[in-house]
């Protein structure tokens, strides 16, 4: 895609993502790796509103937070490029406060193993960052720990970090995560769910990764 392209489909996704019910407002973000340049979704515009200009560029290897464009970047763009910049192969990362998610995130609860497709994530959960201030690089720090050989977590008392090499793909995490995060709110519900062994999850991780489902942060990022 070109650049022009790419900011367009920051918006589409953004906008897609509150029609599906995988956000509301303007509580979500999204950023693309453009080359050496991140793309993110600008500072509290809606997304209703918002233009392919407004998406503020920011150079992943250059000055830390220098920005460009006619509106500040996302608050949370410590975390997005500080991903960006630890996990080269990632591509995209999508920040939401969906509903499930953010159920477990502010009951800190990690999602263990209660079906096969948490390998989708690169292991045998899915982790909770500790708490730390929206947009301090605290809580960035603690983003990164808790996505050591994933593709996802939760974010304690906010919400749910979703990344893949290209923006569709880090899209489909974020359904996912969001999916297995209700699917485990319920069961705890009924008694709580049959957790499956770090074996099993293992196997599945190794068979997602032969047709590009899951392999560490690498393989699920490629989902």
């Given at each position: ?64 937070g220098v920005w460009s464009g006619p509106k500040r970047p ?150």
């Amino acid at each position: 895609m070109s650049e022009l392209q790419l900011r367009q489909s920051i918006i589409d996704h953004c906008r897609h993502m509150n029609a599906t019910g995988l956000n509301q407002g303007t509580s979500g973000n999204i950023s693309v790796r453009h080359g050496s340049t991140m793309l993110i979704t600008p500072s509290a515009i809606p997304y209703a509103e918002m233009t392919p200009e407004m998406i503020a560029a920011m150079p992943i290897d250059g000055e830390y937070g220098v920005w460009s464009g006619p509106k500040r970047p996302s608050v949370e763009w410590p975390f997005h490029l500080d991903i960006m910049r630890a996990q080269p192969e990632i591509g995209a990362v999508v920040h939401t406060h969906a509903t499930f998610s953010t159920i477990l995130a502010i009951a800190r609860k990690p999602i263990p193993a209660c079906h096969y497709m948490i390998a989708a994530f690169g292991g045998a959960d899915v982790r909770v960052a500790d708490y730390a201030r929206y947009g301090t690089k605290a809580l960035s720090e603690n983003v990164l720990k808790a996505m050591e050989g994933r593709s996802a977590c939760l974010m304690a008392n906010h919400g749910m970090i979703a990344t893949g090499p290209t923006l569709e793909k880090a899209m489909w995490t974020a359904v996912e995560l969001e999916t297995i995060a209700k699917q485990y709110y319920h069961a705890l519900l009924v008694g709580g769910p049959v957790i499956l062994p770090d074996e099993e999850i293992a196997g599945v991780v190794e068979g997602f990764a032969s047709y590009g489902l899951a392999s560490g942060r690498e393989g699920a990022a490629a989902a």
